[in-house]
């Protein structure tokens, strides 16, 4: 290697792992705002003198499995039924629809408030259903929850008095996590969540910088939807950019820890990924279609700056991928230069991107309650998971940054509760040639291991294993079914055949 293509190396080497550790020291800050109380926050309000209608909107597309559990639950919420509309907003194209007609019908004759609306199109995926729904709905308020959730009865009566503040216009709930004990997945899957609740939204809500509505588990002040300009479809997260545009407009969101509404986590790695990679791509369109107005905007510098780290937060994954191609090479092109810039600059900046992991998640479990220290076995598992996602979700990132739009896949549900199997797999994801990349890396940095050891590069070899970890995780959380693995290599090998 030529010492210019070296010092380029290093340069952009350093550069990466810069920014990574700037991401990482906002986790810490983001730790410090959450144990504040919110900006504004005042004693929970109480009922109002009368309550006002609230509209409660379902959207499914094929959620066989789960649409009557959903049902059943948003049905029992205890509110006056004179106040109280509930749309399911089906756009399945299987047997779903039947299922629902057919709860929707018993209910309907229960005296309960419910209409069943299907659409055929299913244009504009979810924000098109929330739309559709929107132009006939009778409620000053919107409560919307997507199929895996089962509401508490109390829910309405513990969320709709926080509309009394006039300038209130979104409540956002916790989520909770039906099955959180099934496997090490959805354990480890449960840790990001309550990190980015308990956390990012505490810390935001406190700091009164910007936080979103999370699709489902949220009550909407209707007007504030209109004045934001009402949903739209030309990003994948459609929650994400209408909380945004509202707040622009001047609306206050609320966040209430204290309120969790249970839900089922995904069961299979394919659809958790499928799950992150359209948050990945949605959040990178968001960014381009309102970072600019949030910077042009005349909000205090903070909020700004907690937007932009907000709205910018998922490059971090490419940049982790370029970490991952350049962390050996720059490693080599130091070999003799003898142990202090490693322990000097190195360590610090990993530090700064990977401890504060581990400090932003236990601060999640540490409000969550309970026994939390033994959930705290889990954070090696929850990094490997972080690391192992970057090659998914950089890509995803990558296209949200120049095409707006995309297909909407939802994440398949399948009534797991506890530690009990799901149903039968009719929803299945196919198996994905991003298993069989990760798998590539993680054999590649094996090797970077083994020549390390034989180089006598000990003081790198911590530095390999994180991403060793990483995208080993990734491939050990597909054993549970070891054929999805083959299947992603067979995926792979035809792909690079000639058509």
């Not at 509401?151 to 006039?166: E, H, K, S």
């Not at 950019?241 to 001047?250: I, K, P, T």
Request: net charge positive; glycine share 8%; with cysteine.
């Amino acid at each position: 290697m030529t010492p210019s293509l070296g010092a380029f190396v290093l340069g952009l080497y350093y550069a990466v792992l810069g920014v990574l550790a700037l991401y990482g020291s906002h986790r810490l800050l983001l730790v410090l705002r959450c144990r504040r109380p919110a900006a504004g926050a005042a004693a929970e309000p109480a009922p109002p003198d009368e309550w006002p209608r609230v509209t409660v909107q379902l959207p499914l597309y094929n959620e066989i499995h789960v649409a009557r559990r959903l049902l059943r639950a948003v049905a029992g919420l205890d509110y006056p039924r004179d106040r109280l509309e509930i749309q399911v907003l089906d756009d399945s194209s299987d047997d779903t629809r039947r299922v629902v007609a057919d709860e929707v019908a018993a209910l309907r004759a229960a005296g309960v408030p419910i209409t069943h609306s299907t659409r055929d199109d299913r244009g504009g995926f979810k924000a098109g259903a929330l739309a559709a729904g929107l132009r006939c709905a009778r409620g000053e308020l919107v409560c919307v929850f997507d199929a895996d959730f089962v509401p508490r009865a109390d829910f309405l009566r513990r969320t709709v008095p926080w509309f009394t503040d006039p300038a209130v216009g979104m409540v956002q709930a916790r989520w909770g996590h039906l099955n959180r004990d099934f496997s090490l997945l959805t354990r480890v899957q449960a840790l990001l969540l309550d990190g980015h609740f308990l956390v990012e939204h505490a810390g935001r809500h406190a700091a009164g910088c910007f936080f979103n509505f999370n699709g489902t588990a949220g009550v909407w002040r209707r007007q504030a939807i209109a004045d934001a300009g009402g949903w739209q479809a030309d990003t994948l997260t459609e929650d994400l950019d209408l909380s945004y545009r509202a707040q622009l407009a001047g609306w206050r969101f609320v966040f209430l820890p204290a309120v969790v509404a249970p839900a089922e986590l995904p069961v299979e790695l394919a659809d958790f990924r499928s799950q992150q990679r359209r948050w990945a791509q949605g959040s990178a369109q968001t960014a381009r279609k309102l970072l600019g107005r949030v910077l042009r905007s005349p909000l205090a510098g903070r909020v700004k700056a907690e937007a932009l780290v907000h709205l910018t937060a998922n490059w971090s994954y490419p940049l982790m991928v370029v970490l991952a191609l350049l962390v050996f090479p720059a490693m080599l092109l130091r070999r003799g230069s003898g142990p202090w810039q490693l322990l000097l600059l190195d360590a610090p900046l990993f530090g700064a991107a990977t401890l504060s992991v581990l400090v932003f998640y236990s601060t999640a479990q540490q409000a969550q309650g309970g026994r939390w220290w033994r959930r705290l076995a889990r954070l090696p598992a929850l990094m490997g998971l972080g690391i192992g996602l970057s090659l998914g979700n950089a890509a995803a990132v990558l296209t949200g940054a120049w095409r707006d739009g995309g297909t909407f896949h939802r994440t398949p549900k399948y009534r797991v509760e506890g530690v009990r199997r799901p149903a039968a797999d009719r929803y299945a994801s196919r198996p994905s040639l991003t298993l069989a990349l990760e798998a590539l890396f993680a054999l590649y940095f094996l090797l970077c291991g083994v020549v390390a050891c034989r180089l006598g590069m000990w003081l790198s070899l911590p530095f390999l294993a994180l991403f060793l970890h990483g995208y080993a995780t990734m491939v050990a959380l597909a054993l549970p079914r070891p054929m999805r693995l083959v299947s992603a290599v067979a995926t792979a090998r035809r792909a690079m055949l000639p058509r």
